[in-house]
């Protein structure tokens, strides 16, 4: 099974872009490839039409899937009846039939020749934006879902009285792949792929790890070699020998596939990995262990390279409350001169209760600095300004309601 996947994802898979002159089938394809029209590698776009013959061009993630931009059926250069012969319509794998309008005969017509060999086609109603757009412009009852559902309607009825049966219609922006149809395009074509054709469409970055287990002895990491086509004795195959050799789990990528990653598991059952410990001991997660491993092993490198006493503190930017940035904080703040300490702690992010409470402190221990000084400044005379104030309830209460008065 694993044999055939990895020969299944290095299957191509052809997909012709068709259709009339002027309908935006090259800038489809360059969104469908990721690319803006104005990239190097992009096919070329323009008012008037500029693909002269069947042009390639690779899917930039997907090495198997390459697009074929192919010219407008119906022109002048390329009558319908010969469009079939010269563009070689049977060699591709599926066909994308894009109309900017009306789907017209000639779109039926491919149709019918494509459904004759047997083969998949999806009809694309392209620069939807733009009717989005005129429609808003032109209706003062503007509803979005009701004029897709229109479009796709007319476009439907349109190629059933041309004699398509049960056409597949998806409204597409080219500028907005995101919108629209084009994701429901892409889960068709994947489901209605021929299985061997289908993992065309898995990203050749997606890791695939697998892991070999088994007794001790028993030929684990020979046929980890054997799988990768390497030889025991290549500086690159795992290690082997006639006593157990793989003291921990071990990662060896496939040098054919990058993505693919053979782990070579320590034997199970020998007293170093008893049966009843060896799966807890491949699966289980200690959180504390493992940050103080990190934590232990940047020390040690640290120290290795002269570094006294090396006070190392393990941190996540997205996530500052938690590990030790608290006590990075801490340790800072401890460190600093008191002069420096309170501006530190007023302008460290609230990131924690214990920040936050220091920030408290800080503020109340000065705010009889602020206060003085403020009343200190208020009461500099100022040439034209006088300020006096009257109690307006004297009594015996604790506070006193003033009533100020200025004047100029």
Not at 81 to 92: A, G, M, N, P
Not at 383 to 392: D, E, Y
Request: net charge negative.
């Amino acid at each position: 099974m694993i044999k055939k996947y990895l020969e299944d994802i290095n299957n191509p898979l052809h997909i012709a872009v068709t259709g009339e002159s002027g309908v935006g089938k090259s800038t489809f394809v360059n969104a469908f490839r990721g690319k803006d029209n104005r990239d190097e590698g992009a096919a070329p776009t323009g008012v008037v039409e500029t693909t002269k013959k069947p042009e390639p061009y690779p899917h930039p993630r997907y090495p198997n899937v390459t697009l074929w931009d192919l010219p407008g059926v119906g022109t002048t250069k390329f009558p319908a009846d010969q469009y079939l012969e010269y563009v070689e319509f049977e060699k591709y794998d599926l066909y994308i039939i894009v109309s900017a309008g009306h789907f017209r005969e000639n779109d039926a017509k491919l149709a019918q020749e494509i459904k004759n060999m047997g083969k998949k086609f999806y009809f694309v109603r392209s620069k939807i934006d733009q009717n989005l757009h005129h429609a808003k412009r032109s209706h003062s009852e503007y509803d979005e879902e009701k004029t897709l559902q229109e479009i796709r309607d007319n476009c439907i009825q349109g190629l059933e009285k041309q004699g398509v049966e049960s056409p597949q219609v998806f409204l597409v922006s080219s500028f907005d792949l995101h919108l629209y149809d084009f994701p429901a395009l892409q889960d068709t074509m994947e489901r209605e792929l021929p299985s061997h054709k289908r993992n065309a469409l898995i990203p050749k970055d997606i890791p695939v790890n697998i892991a070999i287990t088994g007794s001790s002895g028993t030929g684990k990491s020979t046929f980890v070699n054997a799988f990768r086509g390497i030889d025991n004795t290549d500086e690159r195959a795992a290690p082997t020998g006639v006593v157990e050799t793989t003291m921990k789990p071990e990662p060896y990528p496939h040098p054919r596939h990058p993505n693919v990653t053979l782990w070579d598991l320590p034997g199970i059952g020998t007293t170093k990995f008893p049966a009843d410990q060896y799966l807890k001991s491949q699966r289980e997660y200690d959180e504390e262990k493992t940050l103080q491993e990190i934590r232990d092993n940047c020390i040690q490198e640290l120290e290795q390279q002269g570094v006294a006493s090396p006070q190392v503190f393990l941190v996540s930017s997205f996530d500052l409350h938690l590990y030790d940035f608290p006590a990075l904080q801490d340790t800072v703040a401890r460190e600093l001169p008191s002069h420096k300490r309170d501006v530190l702690n007023r302008v460290i992010p609230n990131v924690c209760k214990s920040i936050i409470n220091k920030k408290k402190e800080v503020f109340r221990s000065q705010i009889w600095y602020y206060a003085l000084t403020s009343a200190a400044v208020a009461a500099v005379p100022i040439p034209g300004l006088s300020i006096h104030c009257r109690c307006r309830d004297p009594g015996p209460c604790s506070y006193k309601l003033f009533e100020w008065i200025w004047s100029g």
